[in-house]
């Protein structure tokens, strides 16, 4: 009787025997491909992907910014001669640091980019002092602001597009209602929202942060406080507002989307309106919230609730008149 033949990729005993080593398989070779870890493109990770994709994204927000100005009719900073400005204008302190237009202040601060110990003026306790002095000039200029709203969303908006128009109509209406409105003083949306307080003679703030190229500030601020540390910026939207309205936008409007709706659940802050502007963009987030962190457990049903979706500015503004209503008199400033 002729020997069986062993079925193709069939494990023979000797291969299974304790201590054998098990041949490698092309299977085997696609698995250990497909388990290394890749970037959400599906990209295979690596340092230099990560460093050209650190760089592609400074690159594409500076793009965005300037897409943002020249939509407004402006000229971006970066490509402004040093004797032509528009609107408010930064001024940069050299007084004791070597200015570099590709480091801020926060990479100073957070990656720890001197490496030498005798430079008192890079050491962090120095820094405590600069920091100090960003605070006491928020607090002070913003002091009086008891009735705020902060909105985002995205720089590269134009000001034809319907979001841009709701984000003006939005901002007026809150600013006839008393309320001050404030941005991160850039293009798009946040120039939207600054632009409709001042078309209701409404106080018109913007929050401006140091970026690795000039970002400017859009010409309808009135009141313009330049930060390098985004950690006290960011505390100022939070402690001067009485609601977030998040329109579409990147990374950065989800940031303050996130940290408000954190501290709110966390009991940091007493709750006050999140307002996500746009029900189509909002959509595939809320989603994934409702199929992931909320099915999985990761958030509480209630958690949902802490978030309140429209498309319709005067309905955005009933929602942030009627929680500042049943807070009474309280200002915002209790936030911190």
Partial sequence: MPPKKKAKG????????????????????????????????GKRASTQLMAIAEQDAQEGLRERTEEGHLAAGRTPPSQESSARHVGAVKKVDDDIRTFSAAITEDQKFLQRTSTDPTDFTRQDTWRVMRIMAEFIEG????????????IFGSARTHP???????????????ALEGFAIITGAGPGIMEAANRGAKLANGRSIGCNIELPFEQGANPYVDTLINFRYF??????????????IIFPGGFGTLDEAFEALTLIQTGKIYQFPVILFGRHYWAGLIRWIQSRMLLEKKINPGDMDLMIMTDDPAEAVRVIVEAHGNRGAVGATENI
């Fill in 231 to 244: 950690f006290v910026r960011k505390t100022m939207f939070i402690k001067y507002s009485n609601a977030f």
């Fill in 10 to 41: 069939r494990v023979t005993r000797a291969a299974r025997a304790p201590g054998a080593v098990r041949p490698t398989t092309a299977e085997d070779s696609r698995a250990a491909r497909n388990s290394q870890p890749r970037t959400a493109s």
């Fill in 139 to 150: 607090f002070d200029n913003l002091a009086d602001v008891t009735k705020g709203v902060s």
């Fill in 160 to 174: 034809e597009d319907p979001q841009y128009l709701a984000a003006q109509e939005l901002a007026r209406l809150l």
